[in-house]
């Protein structure tokens, strides 16, 4: 399958990249052939920030290895072949800024989806001078391959019970995706009576991912303290469901000061909860009627921004892999990528590093900017 032209970081910073595995042992696996049984174990990719010079003369890493590329291929039903072994604008073995830490963001992937899903993405953030920790999930991604050499791959029995029962839920979320009738508060009612009923599992998986992002966030003030700012506070991103762990992260842990959902229906269990910190909602036109309650109950400065023709997996890496308009949409991928990288980095320069102002919000025609009401 032939790739398109992909972007170029455009930052002061080169980026290095290291990958490390974590166990956490207060807790067994509850999905995969080892659930009940295994601790749970996470992976995760640090992107930070190294002077140029010093990535001089580095060979450029590797992003996916062929054995996780097919698993991803089978995992989206993707047709074609991506070839194996890409390398990617980023660095191994490169010592980091000496003396000077950065801002860190967390990111999470999609259900089924991959640790380095947004790589482009997370590469641009660290060449502006941010460190990255994107986490995979264990059965919950395609494939995470772990510094012992093992791996695990999706647990397909997530998509049965994503929603219960499936086909009867899936008629449903498709009604409830459509009807964009009423005000914001008749939409969110009719989604939490959509949740209240098909997506307990999905609730589970929520509060699961909180926790992943609570033993990285763990491991990372341990083990780079000495790169993170995080008198700084903490920013989360990520994609469909990752960008519901990024709401409920925002909600439930007081370490991160802001986050953004790109595209994730805003499942969990939220009751009598009001956001108190600054989030940012990124959709595209046919799930808007699925995340309203990010601009309803919050007491915190709230952003909305609709893109125009895209599709929900647009959203990631897939748009320069797979050029197929029904499944990643219509806009330009550079285009979407420079739009998305300015959404991220103009939030989290004004939240993390109190540098900027709303200037990074977009309201052209291809994206429209939704205002609290």
């Not at 990617?88 to 992937?109: N, Q, T, W």
């Not at 994730?264 to 939220?270: K, N, Q």
Request: charge should be negative.
């Amino acid at each position: 399958m032939a790739q398109a032209v992909t972007p170029k970081a455009s930052g002061e910073y080169k980026v290095g990249t290291c990958v490390f595995s974590l166990w956490d042992r207060t807790r067994k696996e509850k999905l995969g052939p080892e659930a009940g049984k295994r601790d749970r174990r996470l992976h995760v990719r640090l992107y930070y920030p190294v002077l140029p010079e010093d990535a001089a003369g580095h060979p450029e890493a590797v992003v996916l290895s062929e054995q996780k590329l097919k698993a991803i291929l089978k995992t989206f039903s993707v047709p074609g072949k991506v070839d194996g072994d890409a390398t990617a604008e980023f660095y191994e073995d490169v010592p980091a800024v000496p003396g000077k830490k950065f801002p860190l963001v967390i990111y999470s992937h999609g259900l089924g989806s991959y640790t380095e899903a947004n790589n482009f993405l997370c590469i641009e953030m660290c060449s502006r001078g941010y460190v990255v920790a994107a986490i995979g999930h264990s059965y919950e991604s395609a494939m995470n391959e772990y510094e012992d050499g093992t791996a695990d791959l999706f647990d397909k029995t997530c998509m049965k019970r994503v929603y219960e029962p499936y086909w009867g839920g899936a008629f449903k979320l498709l009604k409830c995706q459509k009807n964009h009738k009423g005000t914001w508060e008749e939409q969110f009612s009719r989604f939490d009576a959509f949740q209240a009923q098909h997506c307990g599992f999905l609730r589970e998986l929520v509060e699961e991912r909180r926790k992943d992002v609570a033993c990285v966030t763990d491991a990372l003030i341990e083990k780079y303290s000495d790169r993170i700012d995080f008198d700084a506070g903490i920013g989360i991103t990520g994609h469909s469901l990752g960008g519901v762990t990024a709401y409920d992260v925002c909600h439930h842990d007081d370490r991160f000061t802001c986050g953004i959902n790109i595209d994730g229906l805003l499942a969990g269990t939220y009751d009598g909860l009001v956001m108190k910190k600054p989030f940012c909602q990124i959709s595209c036109e046919e799930n808007t009627s699925l995340v309203t309650r990010a601009m309803l109950y919050t007491e915190a400065p709230a952003y909305w921004e609709v893109f125009k023709d895209m599709k929900h997996h647009g959203f990631c890496d897939m748009k320069f892999n797979v050029p197929v308009k029904a499944i990643v949409g219509k806009m330009e991928p550079l285009m979407l990528h420079d739009y998305l990288c300015r959404i991220h980095l103009g939030f989290f320069d004004k939240f993390l590093k109190n540098t900027g102002d709303d200037s990074f919000l977009i309201d052209d025609g291809n994206v429209v900017r939704y205002d609290k009401r």
